[in-house]
């Protein structure tokens, strides 16, 4: 199945946020409930353990990942229904993830921002980040689980494209 890319590049003081985002008829709670209940993370990204109070460290095991490993992921901000702001280090470098929710009469926007320091690796980043939250979508409506394929390689153009753009 052919995917359409949908993030954004934008430069900012500190580098780039790459930004994509996804709607869900559904309000903002349940969403969330989505994105931080280990239960329902575990549907389309990993499970969870560990207390999730802003300023603590969690594990994360990263399901459809090779090897599945399991990583440290920091909680740096945690604003119930609107925001959660996340990061990690890993051997492909630092992390720093914000899931922001908008809720307009009953349908949520989802906000995924990468503030990025170096694009390098962008192609690999943003197919990877589109391949999981449809991955969450898929979670979310039942539909079919997309297949890696469809996103990488077949997304590094674009996002390549992203970097040349001025």
């Given at each position: 199945m052919t995917r359409t890319p949908a993030g954004r590049l934008f430069h900012t003081d500190t580098g780039h946020d790459l930004v994509l985002t996804r709607t869900f008829r559904a309000p903002a709670a349940d969403v969330w409930a989505s994105l931080t209940e280990p239960e329902r993370t575990a549907r389309w990204f990993g499970p969870w353990e560990g207390d999730a109070s802003p300023g603590?460290?969690?594990?994360v095991q990263m399901a459809y990942e090779e090897q599945q490993p399991w990583c440290e992921m920091r909680i740096d901000a945690c604003e119930p229904r609107q925001r959660l702001a996340v990061s990690m280090v890993d051997d492909y470098g630092s992390w720093l993830l914000e899931l922001s929710l908008t809720e307009t009469n009953?349908?949520?926007?989802?906000?995924?921002v990468q503030h990025l320091s170096s694009v390098e690796g962008i192609a690999e980043v943003g197919a990877g980040w589109e391949y999981y939250?449809?991955?969450?979508?898929?979670?979310?409506d039942g539909s079919?689980?997309?297949?890696?394929?469809?996103?990488h390689p077949a997304m590094q153009q674009y996002y390549q494209?992203?970097?040349?753009?001025p």
């Open positions: 603590r460290t969690i594990r009953g349908t949520t926007e989802l906000r995924f939250l449809d991955m969450l979508v898929a979670s979310r079919p689980r997309p297949e890696f394929d469809d996103y494209g992203l970097v040349a753009t």
